[in-house]
């Protein structure tokens, strides 16, 4: 184990373990105020615990024995680098400035701490800015810097503060593209309460609520069978694993589901996710020909209401319909359905982590 | 209003019209009196008045004494501002407040317990006095006395801009394996600059312009501890003419001095 962390801190009602494998990212799955910060404050040392130890590749960085600290490595030597929602990039030093600090600060003579910032850079696509002023970035610029930033001090851990959350939704694919190829070697804990964070960049995913980790798995088992509520509520999507065929992901079970061509090419057997909502499923009693749809054949289980729709659940996915439509495909548990999805409904994503063995579907809890 | 109006494209909202009355009365307030000053000033004899030997000497007293208690307003204030600002710890609160207490006591006061201190009978003056040292009526006493009562403008001035900057810039840098001297010197500093630069100046003019705890501590000796303000005052009783010249090159100066540190202070 890389990271091992066991740390109560009765003041934020926090108790948590977790641990992390050299070269794995954990995902910290919760809602807002359910310890996620807390733990990544502990780790970073901006935070000190009342009980507990945290242990880094064999150092222990702090140890506790209720409110006293007996060990405690102060934070700048933990090599434990910091990436906020907000970039925070110092103002008054230019870009490359920016990214070249951490290994200055560790006694990198300035020409080769110069050259690392501006490889950093290049990995994250933005080493014509170098000398620019962090003011006149845009802010999915910034954040991309902020990261080469972090990873520039060569951590051995990287924490990241729900990095997508202070972005505006059209900017954050690039970023989420430049963590994935960048997260893969790297040790890191991401906090976040976006599904499809943990999906993409997380290779396992810890649920914390209420302080306390309720869950934890391989990112595929959690998302496809929770069990804690937050998880279900988040992972109300529809999930459907598999390899990348060209034009479509071809599911274990043999069906081929076309979505939007996702931005980032694709090799033909790459590991993907399709990912669909459950109100964009459409239910009928036979088979729908002619439009570009996918279909697939299901067996109804189960039905409940979900505010003014009825989430109708089956062997397969999930899918939310109107009560009429329910009321007149007089849908009861066992009944034999079509369900469609229109391809421009469905995302298509590289997945994260290993390659799930079989397909993700929601047991409970709505889609947002 | 019409003017800055287009310019920047900003309306000042939230400044009722009748505010700009009393706006104006104030700033008339502050003004007039300077300029009922210049028109008293016997602009025949002004060179002569300001370059006799006292008044070149109280000058030069007055700046190098002032540059000197800025320093160490700088020395300890930055420091005294980081603690205040950054740490948690029982009683910081009441710091803070007793950190104000030379802002608020009347200079004779400060000057008459700087005498308690550092006097031959003080609290240190005799452990000094064995080492050779003798504070009271040196000019090492007005420094000490313009340093007292100048460094609480630093202090809040800088706490201010610390608090408004925040840690989290502080957070991050740590976390990139800066040590906290290193934090200090090339993150947290730069930021805070312009809270920085406006404390040293208004140190600075603070001392420039001290009086009552200089003459109480210091006393008034001609080239050791006679700096401006105590010359125009004496002056005032023998020479007003002098005096009115001497309290011109005073404005002056501070004027000066607040010009150049403001073209200074643009972004970074």
Same mark, same amino acid.
């Given at each position: ?5 066991a ?6 009602? !926090? ?14 799955l ?8 807390t ?5 970073a040392?901006?935070?000190r615990?009342?009980?507990?130890e ?6 222990? =960085? ?18 434990v680098?910091?990436?906020a929602?907000?970039p ?6 230019s870009?490359r ?9 560790q006694?990198v ?7 690392a ?8 696509? =933005? ?6 002023p ?9 954040q991309?810097?902020? =990261? ?6 060569e ?23 430049n ?30 609520e ?15 069978r929770?069990r804690?509520? !937050?998880?279900?509520r ?18 274990p ?15 033909v ?19 729908q ?7 697939f054949?299901?067996?109804?289980r ?8 009825v989430?109708?659940?089956t ?11 329910a ?32 397909? !993700? ?8 | ?10 309306a ?5 019209? &009748? ?9 008339l ?5 300077? +300029? ?6 016997? &602009?025949a004899?002004?060179?002569? /008045?300001?370059?006799?030997?006292s008044a070149?000497?109280?000058? /030069? ?5 002032s ?8 020395a300890?204030?930055?420091p005294?501002?980081l ?17 104000m207490?030379?802002? +608020? ?5 400060g ?14 003056g ?10 009271a ?17 630093l ?8 608090r408004?900057?925040?840690a ?24 805070? &600059?312009?809270?920085?630069l ?16 200089t ?19 004496l ?14 090159? /005073? ?5 000066v ?10 972004? /970074?």
């Amino acid at each position: 184990m890389t990271l091992t962390l066991a740390a109560t801190l009765p003041a934020r009602e !926090f108790d948590v373990a977790l641990d992390v494998a050299e070269g794995r990212t954990l995902a910290l799955l919760g809602p807002n105020g359910a310890g996620k910060s807390t733990a990544l404050g502990l780790v970073a040392g901006t935070l000190r615990p009342h009980h507990g130890e945290i242990v880094l590749d064999g150092r222990t =960085l702090v140890r506790a024995d209720g409110g006293r600290t007996r060990t405690w490595v102060p934070p700048h030597a933990r090599r434990v680098a910091l990436l906020a929602q907000e970039p925070l990039l110092f103002p008054h030093l230019s870009v490359r400035q920016n990214v070249a600090f951490g290994p200055r600060s560790q006694g990198v003579r300035r020409r080769t701490a110069d050259a690392a910032a501006d490889r950093r850079l290049e990995q994250v696509g =933005l080493a014509h800015l170098a000398s620019r002023p962090p003011s006149t970035l845009s802010g999915g610029q910034a954040q991309r810097v902020a =990261l080469a930033r972090a990873l520039a001090a060569e951590p051995r851990l990287l924490l990241l503060d729900e990095p997508m959350a202070a972005l505006d939704v059209d900017v954050t694919p690039e970023l989420r593209q430049n963590l994935r190829h960048l997260l893969a070697a790297q040790t890191a804990i991401i906090t976040t309460h976006d599904v499809l964070d943990a999906l993409l960049l997380a290779d396992e995913v810890a649920v914390v609520e209420g302080g306390r980790v309720v869950e934890r798995g391989p990112t595929a088992q959690v998302l496809s069978r929770p069990r804690s509520a !937050f998880a279900a509520r988040v992972a109300g999507l529809n999930l459907l694993a598999g390899a990348w065929t060209g034009d479509g992901v071809r599911t274990p079970a043999g069906d081929v589901v076309h979505g939007r061509t996702p931005t980032a090419g694709l090799a033909v057997g790459e590991p993907t996710t399709a990912v669909f909502r459950p109100a964009a499923v459409a239910v009928y009693l036979d088979e729908q020909h002619g439009s570009p749809r996918n279909a697939f054949r299901a067996t109804v289980r189960s039905l409940e209401p979900r505010g003014d729709l009825v989430r109708v659940r089956t062997d397969r996915l999930a899918a939310d319909i109107t009560p009429q439509s329910a009321a007149e495909l007089s849908l009861v548990p066992g009944a034999r359905v079509w369900l469609s999805v229109k391809a421009a409904e469905v995302d298509v994503y590289p997945t994260g982590g290993r390659v799930p063995s079989d397909e !993700f579907r929601p047991e409970a809890g709505s889609a947002r | 209003m019409r003017a800055t109006t287009r310019s920047t494209g900003e309306a000042a909202v939230g400044v009722p019209r &009748w505010a700009f009355a009393p706006a104006a009365v104030g700033g008339l307030f502050v003004l007039l009196p300077l +300029v009922a000053m210049a028109t008293r000033v016997d &602009w025949a004899g002004f060179g002569s /008045l300001v370059t006799s030997e006292s008044a070149r000497a109280a000058l /030069l007293l007055s700046l190098q004494t002032s540059a000197a208690s800025t320093a160490a307003c700088l020395a300890l204030g930055v420091p005294m501002a980081l603690a205040l600002a950054r740490c948690r710890f029982p009683g910081v609160e009441l710091l803070r407040s007793l950190v104000m207490v030379p802002l +608020v006591l009347p200079p004779v006061v400060g000057g008459v317990a700087l005498l308690y201190t550092f006097g031959r009978r003080g609290l240190l003056g005799e452990t000094l006095e064995v080492a050779g040292l003798q504070v009271a009526f040196s000019t090492a006493a007005v420094v000490l006395a313009q340093t007292f009562v100048a460094l609480p403008f630093l202090v809040t001035s800088l706490e201010g801009a610390l608090r408004t900057a925040g840690a989290r810039y502080e957070a991050v840098a740590a976390s990139l394996g800066a040590r906290p001297t290193t934090v200090l010197r090339r993150v947290t500093l730069p930021l805070v &600059w312009p809270g920085l630069l406006s404390g040293a100046v208004l140190s600075f003019a603070r001392a420039l312009g001290e009086f009552g705890a200089t003459i109480t501590f210091a006393g008034s000796l001609q080239g050791v501890t006679r700096t401006l303000p105590l010359e125009i005052y004496l002056q005032r009783e023998t020479d007003p003419d002098a005096a009115v010249a001497l309290s011109l090159l /005073l404005v002056v100066v501070a004027v000066v001095v607040i010009a150049a540190t403001r073209r200074g202070r643009g972004p /970074l």
